[in-house]
């Protein structure tokens, strides 16, 4: 590689600029008709981010099914409730939830907003979710334990 006095010079990339890759690999938007069912998804993911905060799965394992952002809060959600577990004395234990009922609409093409209803021993609880298609599967966008 040549040098010039400002430097090394810049070799090409095969692969084009940075700008060129990042909307190469950019998920994929897909439509409603192209995507299964939400419902049994929906009813997955929220036993699933349960289990995240109880303790008893790791966040890694729906990493798959969550967009960047959402994954962050669930981590962040999942270490506050670590630590209060800990500051209790109390270990991680299964939850024993029960799915009541799943109430979802499609705003748009591609997007589908869900409340679900789960029953705790303790208490009700409701899940926001909001599911985007992307790459030929959904993706949850937004999670929210109420």
């Keep these: 590689m040549a040098s010039t006095p400002a430097g090394p010079a810049r070799v ?17 938007r897909t439509g409603s008709d192209a995507l299964p069912e939400p ?4 009813h997955n993911l929220t036993r699933g981010v349960l289990e995240v905060l109880a303790g008893v799965r790791e966040v ?5 099914w969550l967009t960047e952002d959402a ?10 409730a670590t630590r209060a577990r800990s500051a209790r004395g109390a ?7 029960a799915i009541l ?10 997007v589908v ?3 679900v209803i789960v029953a705790g021993p303790a208490r009700t609880r409701a899940v926001a979710i909001r ?16």
């Excluded at 890694?60 to 798959?64: T, Y």
């Excluded at 979802?104 to 591609?110: L, M, N, Q, R, T």
């Excluded at 992307?134 to 993706?139: E, F, G, H, Q």
């Design 91 to 97: 270990p991680a234990s299964r939850p024993t939830h």
């Design 39 to 42: 419902e049994p998804f929906l």
């Design 12 to 28: 090409p990339s095969p692969f084009g600029d940075a700008r060129e890759l990042s909307e190469f690999f950019a998920p994929q």
């Design 71 to 80: 994954y962050r809060k669930l981590v962040t959600r999942a270490n506050l």
């Design 101 to 110: 009922s799943v109430h979802h609409s499609s705003p748009a093409d591609h």
């Design 113 to 115: 907003e869900a409340v």
């Design 60 to 64: 890694d394992q729906l990493a798959r």
């Design 131 to 146: 599911l985007e298609g992307m790459d030929r599967r959904w993706r949850a966008t937004s999670l929210a334990l109420l």
